[in-house]
């Protein structure tokens, strides 16, 4: 505690890391609209947790469905509903909130582990100029809560290594594993190293999986016994190894640019590794990064999965850059010392560059002046953060979400009865606003197209009054084809409303049972 205390205060006197937390509240506003519409399925979950439904999708007589993959996070939502506070509002500055105390523990674990100011605020700084990391702070996702706890459970471990403490880290770790499942395989990679480094001590390896039980399996068989499935439907429908999840996961290292120089510079690591929080830092990273190969994580950039080793990758980063400005070479060649240090500054001040091409959008971390260091971003960011066109298409966020599905699922809402069902693949905002009972065409809230498949006939078993369809002109045949080639659709719905939501071709189509 007066370790804390201590780091407090020199925390109040540390004009660098004032600088860090500031930038990264600029950062955060400037991209404070930003939302996904997977944000809004877990606001559904939420509100009907607090209305005494459970964590369902659907109201009775709908059987409960796992559509979700942040138990944890859903829970702490669902207080919004409870307290009367607006979802979105709420979701947000608690997401900012665990943002900035995420950048305050890198700088506390750079600073337990190394010992040096110098490294805690570089290791500061490099987190928060990372856009992803603040436009994550603001998504109303689950993912900076997640960082926060996986960063508390290796600062717990850290301290406890080596002493007779309970190990209070396997707390944290099973609260990470309830937050998303994906924690509780990392929680078994990460045993791993603690055999390795305990392997005198195998009691405190017990103490430590017991502890991590006591809290984990129990809510491990419940959501078993509720849903009556061992993974959640996320994990069935977007995991596997891939070819595709390999170019994934080295193309998402190649966007984490920033770490290069530290990662290199680590190869004049002189000191030998008996400093254990520096080899869970980096075991950390590297198991985390294999283990991405594995499962797919191509929904959501930019770095959403990878958000919670940031900052362990930042910490090496600093450490490493650390190593080579102090090393004879670097300080007895004048010429590379301006050239590092004009490559650095470049990477520093393009963060967030403006799209020449398109000056009316926001490149992410567009590299270096108008290279494609991470073209591959454009795309997705330039749907995603938009400015300064001072018309009715300004926003910053998903405009779809915001200005097309939000408004949708309100019209549905007043224009239909409450027995009403809805069938549609964009499972986020229209059904939140609509608060009907939806059949989720594209599986992920429904238990048995998650494990069957497309199948026009069990949709449209349920009779809905209403089919959308999302997508663009192209692409709308991929997910949908199996529904609107049914003989049935057909021959039973007509198309009643067709929004095109942003330019460039992305639309809504919404069709009714016709009356016979």
Known sequence: MNTIKT????????????????????????????????????????????QGFGLVWNYPPFDPVEGYSNFLWIVILSTSFRLGIEPILFAKLLG??????????????????????WIANLSAFIVVIMPAFA???????????????????????????????????????????????????????????????????PKKVIFTILLF????????????????????????????????????TLTLLYAIILYIPGVLALSLLKEKTKNIGFIIILYMSIVWIIFSIFINQGMMYPLRFFLPIIPLMSIISAKGIHIFTQSKFFNENRHIKIAVIF??????????????????????????????????LDDYFNYAVKYNNFDKELYLGNHMTLYTYAPLG?????????????????AGAIPFYAERNVVDMLYINDEYLTHNGPSAEYV?????????????????????????????????????????????????????????
């Open 213 to 248: 039980g006591i809290i984990y399996v129990p809510y491990f068989i419940w959501r078993w016994d509720y849903y009556g499935y061992f993974l959640p439907n996320t994990a069935y429908t977007r995991s596997g190894f891939s070819i595709d999840s390999i170019k994934h």
């Open 135 to 201: 436009l994550w702070g603001v998504s109303g996702m689950e993912t900076q809560f997640f960082t926060f706890l996986f960063l508390i459970g290796i600062i717990l471990f850290v301290s406890e290594y080596g002493k007779d403490k309970i190990p209070y880290s396997s707390v944290v770790f099973a609260l990470f594993a309830m937050t998303r499942p994906e924690g509780a395989i990392i929680f078994c990679l990460f045993l791993l190293l603690s055999f390795a480094l305990n392997y005198k001590s």
């Open 410 to 426: 309100k019209w549905l809402k007043n224009n239909t009865n409450e027995d009403t069902i809805i069938t549609l693949g964009e």
């Open 96 to 117: 900012a909130t665990f943002s900035i105390i995420n950048v305050f523990l890198t700088y506390y674990l750079a600073l337990k582990v190394f010992n040096n100011k």
């Open 460 to 516: 449209f078993s349920f009779d809905p009054e209403f089919a959308i369809f999302v997508g663009d002109k192209t692409a709308i045949a991929l997910p949908y084809k199996e529904y609107f080639t049914s003989p049935y659709f057909l021959d039973n719905y007509e198309l009643v409303r067709h929004i095109e939501g942003v330019k460039g071709g992305w639309y809504v189509w919404v069709f009714q049972k016709m009356k016979k």
């Open 343 to 376: 490559l650095f500054v470049l990477l520093l001040i393009n963060p967030i560059g403006i799209n020449q091409n398109k000056p009316h959008q926001i490149v992410y971390l567009s590299g270096l002046g108008s290279s494609p260091t991470l073209h591959f």
């Open 7 to 50: 780091i407090f205060k020199q925390i109040k006197q540390n004009k660098l890391f004032s600088i860090s937390i500031l930038i990264l509240i600029l950062i955060e506003f400037s991209v404070r609209n930003f939302i996904v519409d997977d944000t809004f399925f877990l606001f559904r979950y939420a509100q009907h947790l607090a």
